[in-house]
């Protein structure tokens, strides 16, 4: 069995086993090898040049094979970024009401003190009314859950569950593949039927494009299944426009296709996979017809699907994380990843499935995070779990039994919930609670700064230490800090150090250096260090076609079609069709089905504040189709009011071919003070969650549209 995550647990002696790198003073001209520390499947690879101690200019690695060379534009004008005139630079005390943006500087001392104080006298009461909120904002292992972590363990605050990404997706693979594993990116270059499912990679995924591309001027056929004629849909050779939510059903229909044509690889199914028998029943009550209808396509289009992906070899499926944002994600992505089983696909170098790399990288996260510090009660009970993507009620519930004491004090970093979490009517009252003591750590005064107690200044990547795995390729990359911290800016790192100070926690793990916190990361047999060191990254040892003789790292080494462990969270073991929370419906009161991908320009809600890359997007939109937009007496380039009876959204509306019938796209994520009267497309998307991996359902929104005189 391949031996990918394998437990790790915390193991000291290794870790000081390693050799320290030898801190060298900042180089004022140099060229320094980094990472691009966005939430993003392609971690590339940077090079930033440094002249006089200022970062001039920041470019792509060539020598870094996936990065090639090439940025995308929003990092690619990372230090307008790191020099905008308006990064947070002292700590900041919150002067007016809350939500309202009036601060005032303060001394580091004064704010750390308060903050500790404020911190102590709450969890005297019950420190799980204290909770962390982070997400993204850096995907860097030491400046992401490191000291960060170790200090809301020791404290025994509330546990946040990372949700809101991709936690319905991995959770699907676990019970699939035994972990987030598939076919390396760069073998897709020589794929001849690549299937582009749930993935705007143009937008999102730039370098798995390239290699895209790559295969398309070999001649393999480019295939797109996403509700949006995205920049990407356009540029494949077939788009099918699916209604959100019904992947699962296409998948099925392309099933009953293999079935009863007996396009199946038998020997591969017998050999490597579990539950096939129950999977074919369930896949026999799918004929295309009703797949079709499920879908809002036409039957001939699975048909066509179907034909060439039991007929063309290799064949691939570059998944990503746009299908698992509905009601039924998990059990979609479990079907699609059950598919090239079906067809043998695995036994060949480029072909097989891809929706995360991350499952290959020997994080010790125990190591970093420490969750041996937790305090625990005399019945093992460790600190309670609050989900990050319904903060919004969590926020507004008072102490109960069932829920534990209300929250009283939030410390966010890394992550912008105001702007970002789902139902922001509901999570800004929270945040604007004047009971609520909020600390937010940021680079900017973002929408969530706005109701912060104290808003406190972090680095940016040009100016820290980290490491980094990534979810696309399977490198690990070394960041060096290129630039003395602006201002009083300090690593997250090192401001937790200091508040655990202040608390008192004396725990030599709160002294580690960043650089040595890099050396933890990894299970050092695995991560060539040296090679870190000298090159800015380093290949993990992955097998070319890791699944051609099964070996997923499943109990078994098989991929599983029937997984029973699925019985005990009162799921189906078989993957199932699983319609939306709030399904396309036009006899609804709100007829229309809202998806809100990214808009390119931005990720998630950083870099909207940016000029030139928001001058770019220009305005918050929604797209409509014609036949919609005409129903409605709305026109393009009118304000619309996007709404149901969670919120409004005001934004402008394109109407256009982007948009299929019955579809809207809100494009995200706007800072809702950049946006118009204060809105985001947040406003209408709801707190329901994912059948696995308690996830939010943002593309599973029903909403109607109107136009604003
Ligand atoms: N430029 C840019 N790049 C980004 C980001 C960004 O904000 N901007 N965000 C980063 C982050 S955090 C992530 S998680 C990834 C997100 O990138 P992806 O993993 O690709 O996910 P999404 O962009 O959410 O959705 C991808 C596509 O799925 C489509 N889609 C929506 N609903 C459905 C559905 O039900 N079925 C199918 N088949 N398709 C559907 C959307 O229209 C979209 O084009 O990208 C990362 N990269
Ligand atoms: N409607 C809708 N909502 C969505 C999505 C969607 O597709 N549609 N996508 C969802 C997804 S996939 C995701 S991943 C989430 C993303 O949500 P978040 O993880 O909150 O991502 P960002 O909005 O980029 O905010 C990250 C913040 O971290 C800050 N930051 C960056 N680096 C550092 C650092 O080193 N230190 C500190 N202290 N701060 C730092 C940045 O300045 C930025 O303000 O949004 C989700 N929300
Ligand atoms: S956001 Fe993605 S494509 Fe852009 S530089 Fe970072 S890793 Fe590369
Ligand atoms: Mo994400």
Not at 127 to 135: K, T
Not at 185 to 195: G, K, P, Y
Not at 241 to 258: N, Q, R, S, Y
Not at 651 to 669: D, Q, T
């Amino acid at each position: 069995m391949l031996a990918v995550n394998p437990p790790t647990p915390y193991r000291a002696a290794a870790v000081n086993a390693l050799h320290t790198p030898v801190s060298q003073p900042l180089p004022n001209d140099a060229v320094v090898r980094g990472a691009c520390p966005h939430d993003c499947p392609d971690t590339c690879a940077l090079l930033t040049t440094v002249a006089d101690g200022v970062a001039v200019q920041v470019r792509g690695n060539p020598a870094h094979p996936a990065t090639d060379g090439v940025l995308c534009t929003k990092v690619s004008r990372y230090t307008e970024r790191t020099y905008h005139p308006e990064r947070v630079l002292t700590p900041l005390k919150r002067v007016g009401a809350k939500g309202a943006g009036q601060f005032e500087p303060v001394s580091w001392d004064e704010a750390l003190d308060d903050i500790a104080n404020r911190l102590k006298a709450i969890a005297r009461r019950d420190p799980q009314a204290i909770l962390p909120y982070s997400y993204a904002g850096t995907m860097g292992l030491v400046q992401g859950e490191s000291i960060a972590a170790r200090f809301f363990n020791r404290l025994g605050a509330s546990q946040l569950d990372r949700t809101i990404c991709s936690s319905a997706g991995a959770t699907a693979l676990a019970y699939t593949y035994g972990a987030s594993v598939g076919m390396r990116i760069e073998a897709f270059a020589d794929s001849q039927l690549i299937i582009i499912w749930g993935s705007n990679a143009i937008g999102s995924n730039l370098h798995f494009w390239r290699y895209a591309q790559a295969a398309k001027r070999k001649g393999a056929k480019l295939v797109c299944i996403d509700p949006r004629r995205t920049e990407t849909a356009e540029r494949c050779h077939t788009h099918l426009a699916i209604l959100p939510g019904t992947d699962a059903a296409l998948a099925f229909g392309l099933m009953h296709e293999l079935i009863t044509n007996d396009w199946l690889d038998h020997a591969y199914i017998a050999a490597h996979t579990e539950g096939w028998p129950a999977l074919k029943a369930r896949a026999l009550q799918w004929p295309v017809e009703r797949a079709a209808a499920t879908c809002g396509i036409d039957a001939e289009e699975i048909k066509r699907l179907a034909y060439d992906y039991a007929h063309t070899k290799p064949a691939a499926i570059r998944l990503n994380y746009g299908m698992q944002r509905a009601r039924g994600g998990g059990n979609a992505v479990r079907a699609v990843a059950c598919l090239p089983a079906l067809v043998g696909a695995w036994r060949h170098t480029s072909g097989g499935f891809l929706l995360s790399s991350s499952g290959f990288f020997p994080k010790q996260r125990a190591a970093l995070e420490r969750p041996d510090l937790r305090p625990q009660s005399d019945h093992g009970a460790v600190p309670r779990v609050i989900n990050m993507s319904t903060i919004g009620a969590d926020l507004n519930r008072p102490a109960s039994p069932s829920f534990g004491p209300a929250i009283e004090a939030l410390v966010v970093y890394n992550s912008n919930p105001v702007a970002v979490a789902p139902d922001s009517p509901q999570v800004v009252s929270g945040f604007g609670r004047d009971d609520l003591f909020t600390v937010v750590l940021e680079h900017f005064q973002t929408d969530t700064a706005d109701y912060a107690d104290y808003v406190l200044p972090a680095t940016t990547q040009l100016e820290h230490w980290d490491i980094h795995a990534s979810y696309g390729h399977t490198d690990v990359l070394l960041n060096r800090p290129t630039i003395a911290p602006r201002g009083q800016a300090k690593t997250n790192t090192e401001i937790f150090r200091a508040l655990a100070a202040r608390m008192g926690f004396t725990e030599p793990c709160f002294s580690d250096t960043d650089e040595t916190l890099c050396q933890q990361a990894f299970a050092s047999d695995a991560v060539d260090w040296n090679r870190l060191l000298t090159d800015g990254f380093a290949p993990l040892a992955v097998p070319q076609a890791p699944f051609a003789n099964g070996q997923f790292p499943t109990p078994s080494g098989k991929c599983l079609f029937e997984n029973s462990a699925l019985l005990a969270i009162g799921q189906d073991p078989v993957p199932d069709y699983i319609p939306n929370w709030e399904p396309v419906d036009p006899a609804a009161r709100y007829p229309l089905a809202m998806i809100s991908p990214p808009a390119r320009q931005f990720l998630n809600s950083t870099f909207v504040n940016v000029k030139s890359l928001r001058d770019i997007e220009q305005t918050p939109v929604v797209e409509l189709s014609p036949v919609d937009a005409e129903a409605r007496g709305i026109r393009d380039g009118d304000t619309v009011d996007v709404f149901n009876d969670r919120g409004h959204y005001v934004c402008v509306a394109r109407v256009g071919g982007r948009a299929r019938p019955g579809v809207v796209n809100g494009l995200g994520i706007w800072w809702r003070k950049l946006g118009l009267r204060g809105t985001n497309v947040n406003e209408v998307t709801s707190q329901a969650l994912t059948d696995m991996g308690r996830a939010p359902t943002f593309y599973d929104c029903a909403v109607e549209v109107q136009r604003l005189d």
